[in-house]
């Protein structure tokens, strides 16, 4: 196992983590608690979670693993929303909630989760909010370091970066679109926070996918070996987080550490050019569009089209995609949608891949009719 440091906060982590978002539902949650067993013994020393994962299970089954880990040996995280409590008090409460369930005395990385648009951020750091309750807790020792994850894109993450709040940042950063995430994991970095990658796999598109990514992959290796590999031997992310449901999960990702050799200059370039070629060309995250007179958030919409040209996304499934991308995702902090487009051509003038972007808004603004604006 690869082991790296956390930042400056002088822990000492291993470059693959554990997330207990993707236990086998089928399984008791004893079983699934033996996998966090298995981990540690390949040297994972990283595990996260959060209280509403496994359908709010998976802090409990971290419990029952943890009761027999020794304390010393691994690092534990989870997090809480600040749109989920009511003030301080009731934050706190809920630490105290995550750490009884989960048996253990502190809680190594606490993270302010899931911010999607500043406003959350600004929630947080109210006052009687959920950045003063994590302080409390943290200087009671309930809680060794405030960390927080966002959704956001690397511009936008870099703001709450220099507020120096945080000790470190859990992104969702992979293979596949690291050109629109990285300027955060490296303002991160450059700033001396750890930087925890989710989301590895792209939501499993990679591993589901292989046939049509086998450019991803080098000698001797799939392409999910080498989108893990991408992360784990990237200096500037420190763990590469993986939802594992199974043992052999964990033994490809410990088999990529074991020999994690960062991607060349060659091969980042054959993966950005392969991305970005064809008719149904893809959008390599320039941002030369960035010019629209109607403020449409043209880049977003392209790397949603992405996963539309790339996973083939079936016509029936792209409205529940615009949904999740308007409240979760890409989407959550913009008002002007695509059908604001009113065909002025400047993007397209610009547009370094030459794409339609016109056409392309329109099909996205088909599957966003529906859904009702915040
Ligand atoms: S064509 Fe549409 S998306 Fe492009 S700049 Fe003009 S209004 Fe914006
Ligand atoms: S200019 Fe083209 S390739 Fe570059 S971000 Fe905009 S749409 Fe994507």
Known sequence: MLYKKYGNTGET?????????????????????????????????????????????????????????????????????????????????????????????????????????MAHYDDAMRSDGLYEALLKAKSEGLIRHIVFSSHQQGDEVKKIIKTGKFEGVLLGVNILNFPYRWNGVKAACDSGMGVVAMNPLAGGLIPQNEAKLQFLAGKNETPAEAALRFLIAAPEITVALNGFSCREHIDTACKVADNARPFTKAELKKVKDNLGEGATSICTSCGYCDCCPKNIPIVKYMQIYNDRVLFKIPEDKLQEHMAFQHQWGLLAEDDSWAEACIACGRCEKSCTQHLPIIERLKDLAKWEKPLNKK
């Not at 033996?34 to 419990?63: C, M, R, V």
């Not at 880990?69 to 534990?76: G, I």
Request: aromatic residues 12%; glycine residues 6%.
């Open 13 to 117: 982590v291993s470059a693959v983590g554990m997330g207990g978002m993707r236990f086998d539902m089928e399984l008791p949650l004893e079983k699934s608690a033996e996998l966090l067993h298995y981990a540690l013994e390949k040297g994972i020393n990283y595990f996260d979670t959060a209280p509403q994962y496994h359908e709010g299970k998976s802090e409990e089954i971290f419990g029952i693993a943890f009761q027999q880990m020794p304390r010393d040996k691994f690092m534990v995280s989870t997090k809480l929303m600040p749109e989920r409590i009511t003030d301080a008090a009731d934050a706190y409460r809920k630490v105290c909630m995550s750490l009884e369930k989960m048996h253990v005395d502190y809680i190594d990385f606490f993270h302010v989760w899931c911010i999607r648009k």
